[in-house]
């Protein structure tokens, strides 16, 4: 019988999602709109159709909150089919089982900078620069070390990181550090170079890359890139200990290789 972390609930997944999700050995259910093509890798019982009217009346939410209480369900990802609105619906979700969806333990590491920064220290390719602050005056005078421009983060009274701020010259840092709350920062490079945003599906330790993606303007990356690109992230799932789950790694191709620059959760 599969655990609570190999049972999978996809919504808007699309064949490709599908494909990869099996292949990993996830135990499946599937949430498709009524124009989806269906996937033929699953039985017809373990696929459900919603229309377009599902989000706003709510049929969406109760489904998922059904199916994930039904059959045990751990873990709840969308696929590249679902709109925003699906997707707001299927965060709400998350967050009113959270507790009692699959999480694995490496997640969190992997999605404070401080922690990421700290185990990439134990990468192959060479760190970024990066330097802990506790409190503004302490943060601008190690963004005078790194060097500009950089990027700032800075952790709430709550503990919870705000987007970076991205700080170009000495102006920007400047009205940064007048504006900014006193606590705890992270300043570290700017990494300039192509940006590709890895999503994986993890089972057993073992990683599978559902796709990359580069993201903005440009051509598509060349093989090579995508190749450095997969292994770097792959070390990195390696290194964390990530063994069950979806995860969304952000990349950049520096001049010097591949830099993570920030994790999240897979599929939202």
Do not use: N
Not at 127 to 149: F, Y
């Amino acid at each position: 019988m599969a655990s609570i972390a190999e049972r999978m609930l996809l919504v808007m997944p699309g064949e490709g999602l599908v494909r990869s999700a099996a292949a990993a050995g996830f135990d499946l259910w599937a949430v498709v709109g009524p124009r989806e093509a269906l996937p033929g890798t699953l039985p017809l019982e373990r696929l459900l159709v919603t229309g377009p009217g599902g989000v706003a009346d709510g049929t969406l939410h109760g489904l998922l909150t059904w199916l994930l209480r039904r059959y045990g369900i751990g873990q709840l990802m969308c696929g590249p089919g679902a709109g925003d609105d699906v997707r707001a619906v299927v965060r709400r979700v998350r967050r009113e089982r959270d507790g009692m969806l699959w999480r694995d333990p490496a997640a969190e590491r992997l999605k404070d900078p401080v922690a990421l920064r700290r185990l990439l220290l134990e990468a192959s390719w060479p760190p970024v620069r990066a330097e802990e602050a506790g409190g503004v005056a302490r943060a601008r005078a190690a963004a005078e070390r790194i060097g500009l421009p950089l990027v700032i983060k800075s952790r709430d009274a709550g503990g919870r990181w705000r987007g970076p701020a991205f700080v170009r010259d000495g102006t920007a840092l400047a009205l940064w550090a007048e504006t900014a709350a006193d606590g705890a920062q992270l300043v570290e490079e700017l990494l300039l170079g192509p940006r590709y945003r890895v999503e994986t599906l993890s089972l057993g330790g073992m990683h599978h890359v559902v796709s990359v993606a580069r993201q903005g303007t440009g051509p598509p990356g060349a093989p090579d890139e995508v190749s450095w690109v997969r292994s770097c992230v792959r070390e990195l799932l390696d290194l964390a200990g990530f063994s069950e789950g979806a995860l969304r790694t952000d990349t950049v191709l520096t001049a010097d290789g591949p830099r993570v620059a920030c994790c999240a959760d897979g599929g939202l």
